[in-house]
């Protein structure tokens, strides 16, 4: 018996596996890691990195700020979100079964009658047509800050 206990005693020790280093979820190798480092040490790159994905999750909500259906229209009692399901003008008391313009005052006249609607600060979207243009387009900017043409002054002419 007493063997037995020494010889449990002096045995070595189990190894535990140690688990693979991880990011994002995924395991990865030391030279991985070393690149990963690299990359960390790299203040431009790094701050780059940040201020891009900061970027790009600020432009993932632009649907809310320019769009030209409404994020939320109450009529009749019945709520509608306009951004995520297309409704056709029947449903607030138009005539044409096809998708609602909200841009359009008649539908607005309707919506307004028996009910209200939230609107994004922007009313256009990508793919909105401006037909109230004051002339045909292509058109010169309408800004009064548009500077005038630059005149260059009279250049002396130089003969032989």
């Known amino acids: 018996m007493a063997n037995e206990a020494i010889a449990i005693e002096t045995a070595t020790p189990a190894r535990v596996p140690v688990p693979p280093e991880r990011f994002l979820g995924m395991p990865i190798t030391p030279l991985t890691r070393r690149r990963l480092e690299l990359f960390r040490a790299n203040r431009r790159g790094f701050w780059s990195l940040w201020i891009f ?52 005052p008649y539908v607005r006249k309707l919506i307004s009658e028996r009910g209200w609607m939230i609107a994004p600060p922007v009313p256009y979207s990508h793919r909105t047509v401006a037909w109230d243009l004051p002339q045909p387009a292509p058109s010169p900017p309408d800004s009064p800050a548009t500077p005038a043409p630059i005149s260059s002054p009279a250049l002396p002419v130089s003969c032989c």
């Open 53 to 104: 994905m900061a970027l790009f999750i600020g432009t993932l909500g632009a649907e809310l700020f320019a769009n030209d259906r409404p994020a939320l229209v109450y009529y009749d009692g019945a709520f509608y979100v306009p951004m995520v399901k297309a409704y056709p003008e029947t449903a607030f008391g138009g005539e044409f079964a096809t998708e609602a313009d909200y841009r359009d």
